[in-house]
C-alpha cells in the first residue's frame, strides 16, 4: 500500500515538475523573442532619432502584445522590452504601454505598467534625478523622475492627460508583498529636451 502510494507521489511530483519547466521555457522563449525585437527596434530608432518628437512609426506598430520599443533605466540595472498593451500576456515579456495614454515622443503622459516581482523588481530603487532612457522606432527619448510616491488601486487619475511630455511608471506595492499586492508605486518622470540632457550628462 505504502510502496503504490510512495510511486503515485513520486510520479506526480515527477510530473508537476515537467510543468513547471516547460511553463518557464515557454516564458523564456517568447521573453528572448521580444528582447530581440527590442534590440531590432534600438537599431530602427537610432537611424530616426533627429526627425521630430512624433509618434507616428510607434502608432503603425502598436498592436496588443508586439514589442513597441525599450525602456531602460542605467542607474538601477533595468533594461526591458516596452510591449503594447498591459493584459497579463504582454507583461510576461516586458513593461506594457497602458492602452489610451499617450506614446514616447508625443507632448502628454505616457503611462507604463510592469509586475513588481519580474521586469520592475528593481524599481523601488529609482531615485529622484534619475534618467529613463525610452527607444522607439521614432527615436530616443530622455526622461528624468520628478517624484516616487505610493497610491491606491483606484487612483488612475495619474494616467489622465498632463498636457506636457512626461512619463508614469506603475507597479504593485510592496515589492516583496505576497499574494495582490494592497497598493501601487508610482514614478513620474519629465521628459529632458536635448540642451538639458547634455547638461544632465556632465
Same mark, same amino acid.
Given at each position: 500500500m505504502?510502496?503504490?502510494f ?9 510530473? =508537476?515538475?515537467?510543468? *513547471? /519547466?516547460?511553463? %518557464? $521555457?515557454?516564458? !523564456? ?35 496588443p ?19 503594447e498593451?498591459t =493584459?497579463?500576456?504582454? *507583461? /510576461?515579456?516586458? %513593461? $506594457?504601454?497602458? !492602452? ?8 502628454d ?11 520592475f ?22 526622461y ?26 506603475v ?12 497598493k501601487?508605486f508610482?514614478?513620474?518622470?519629465s521628459?529632458?529636451?536635448g540642451?538639458?540632457a ?5
Amino acid at each position: 500500500m505504502n510502496r503504490t502510494f510512495d510511486t503515485w507521489l513520486a510520479r506526480g511530483l515527477l510530473a =508537476t515538475g515537467l510543468v *513547471l /519547466l516547460s511553463v %518557464v $521555457g515557454l516564458i !523564456t522563449f517568447f521573453s528572448d523573442r521580444a528582447r530581440r525585437e527590442a534590440e531590432m527596434l534600438d537599431a530602427f530608432g537610432r537611424r530616426n532619432r533627429d526627425r521630430g518628437a512624433v509618434a507616428e512609426n510607434t502608432r503603425r506598430l502598436a498592436q496588443p502584445g508586439h514589442v513597441i520599443g525599450r525602456l531602460a533605466i542605467a542607474r538601477i540595472g533595468i533594461s526591458v522590452p516596452l510591449i503594447e498593451s498591459t =493584459t497579463e500576456s504582454a *507583461l /510576461l515579456l516586458g %513593461v $506594457g504601454h497602458v !492602452t489610451g495614454t499617450r506614446f514616447p515622443g508625443e507632448a502628454d503622459n505616457v503611462g507604463l505598467a510592469g509586475h513588481r516581482d519580474t521586469h520592475f523588481r528593481k524599481l523601488g530603487r529609482v531615485h529622484k534625478g534619475d534618467r529613463i532612457q525610452v527607444r522607439t522606432p521614432d527615436g530616443d527619448f530622455t526622461y528624468r523622475v520628478d517624484s516616487t510616491f505610493v497610491v491606491t488601486p483606484d487612483r488612475g487619475d495619474l494616467l489622465n492627460r498632463t498636457g506636457r511630455p512626461m512619463l508614469t511608471l506603475v507597479t504593485c506595492y510592496p515589492f516583496h508583498w505576497i499574494g495582490p499586492a494592497p497598493k501601487r508605486f508610482i514614478v513620474r518622470a519629465s521628459e529632458v529636451d536635448g540642451h538639458t540632457a547634455a547638461m544632465v550628462n556632465r
